[in-house]
């Protein structure tokens, strides 16, 4: 079964940068655009960064130019580095499949990770 | 996209019907409309996508509906495990937007 295990997370200082990773199994994940989402305590779910199955990223405008995702795929590894973290970033950040083969953008996330918690805190 | 969810909490006893409402700021393309359910202390869960089709394992008393704008999703009999938040979410390519959330209570 399709399985997602993040890490990474902890208590950052503002400015600071943090490197999340997620490690996926149970499908090929080569395959599959990837997702980054964040949900702050109390709110409602943010996506915050695509990363097409060749690498390819776009990502949401608070975190443009601070935030950058990459992959292995002959790892089945995805990355998250967070970069000039700011206490408004403070959240679970959860790793999500996306879609694969024709429109693959165009797909919701199907699955999900359990969540790793950031805390930019001074 | 902005993604309205009504009503804020909903309050309904086990047995009963929810009807959940996600209304849209501009029309989305064929329907590339999610719903989540999303139980305490858990990750987000895909419950119908493309508005209408539910993800596999989900029972059949969830249903989608609606396009354009308008859309709802249906519990036709509440279960105890079904109180939870449910979001809505726009996947019409980025940025992939959620609404604020409904949240299911026990009356």
């Known amino acids: 079964q399709v399985q997602l295990v993040e890490s990474g997370g902890g208590v950052v200082q503002p400015g600071m940068s943090l490197r999340l990773s997620c490690a996926a199994s149970?499908?090929?994940?080569?395959?599959?655009?990837m997702h980054w989402i964040r949900q702050a305590p109390g709110k409602g779910p943010e996506w915050v960064i695509l990363?097409?199955?060749?690498?390819?990223?776009k990502s949401e405008d608070s975190v443009e130019g601070r935030f950058t995702s990459s992959r292995d795929n002959a790892k089945n590894t995805l990355h998250l580095q967070m970069n000039s973290l700011r206490s408004e970033d403070t959240a679970v950040y959860y790793c999500a499949r996306g879609g694969s083969g024709g429109d693959w953008a165009r797909r919701t996330f199907d699955a999900w990770g359990q969540g790793t918690m950031v805390t930019v805190s001074s | 996209i902005v993604l309205t969810q009504s009503p804020g909490t909903l309050s309904l006893s086990p047995g009963e019907r929810a009807t959940l409402s996600c209304r849209a700021s501009q029309s989305i393309s064929s329907s590339f409309l999610a719903w989540f359910q999303q139980r305490p202390g858990q990750a987000p869960r895909l419950l119908i996508y493309g508005a209408s089709t539910r993800s596999p394992g989900i029972p059949d008393r969830f249903s989608g509906s609606g396009s354009g704008t308008d859309f709802t999703l249906t519990i036709s009999r509440l279960e105890p495990e079904d109180f939870a938040v449910y979001w809505c979410q726009s996947y019409d390519g980025s940025p992939y937007t959620f609404g604020q959330g409904t949240k299911v209570e026990i009356k």
């Open positions: 990363i097409s199955h060749d690498g390819s990223s």
């Open positions: 149970g499908f090929t994940f080569s395959d599959f655009a």
